[in-house]
């Protein structure tokens, strides 16, 4: 789970408060470049896709990958993976319609579970 976005996510360190100007709009998205991410600093994540769906993954996996790297560094040191492993294990796993096939079991559980969220 963690090396799904190694090297495709970005930081947009210039946080000035809810995007509600087109402009600010445009400065995140030119951070985001070609990522899938974009760490916002001091207000959270931002994932895109080529679906819906896939952007909900991305975006589950890295809120997980990021608490995952919390609790690791409150641990003690932690052990890194080697570059050419994930950039492998990206390559697998790190495209679009991995993260829609991710994500349909989460989609049919909550359409099971809340019928009336789409009605």
């Given amino acids: 789970m963690l090396f799904r976005k190694y090297d495709d996510h970005a930081l947009f ?5 809810v995007v509600v100007d087109e402009e600010e709009g445009r400065r995140i998205a030119e951070a985001l470049g070609p990522h ?10 931002l994932t895109v896709g080529d679906s819906v769906d896939a952007a909900a993954w991305w975006f589950i996996t890295m ?6 790297q919390l609790t690791a560094r409150a641990a003690g040191k932690p052990v890194l993976i ?10 697998q796993l ?3 319609l991995v993260a829609w096939i991710n994500y349909q079991p989460l989609y049919q ?4 579970s809340e019928p009336d969220l789409f009605g």
Wanted: glycine letters at 10%; one cysteine or more; a negative charge.
């Fill in 109 to 112: 559980q909550i359409s099971r």
């Fill in 82 to 91: 080697d570059h050419e492993s994930a950039v492998h294990t990206r390559g």
């Fill in 94 to 96: 790190g495209n679009d």
């Fill in 36 to 45: 899938k991410a974009v760490i916002l600093r001091n207000h959270g994540l």
């Fill in 13 to 17: 360190d210039d946080y000035t408060g």
């Fill in 63 to 68: 809120e997980r990958s990021c608490q995952v």
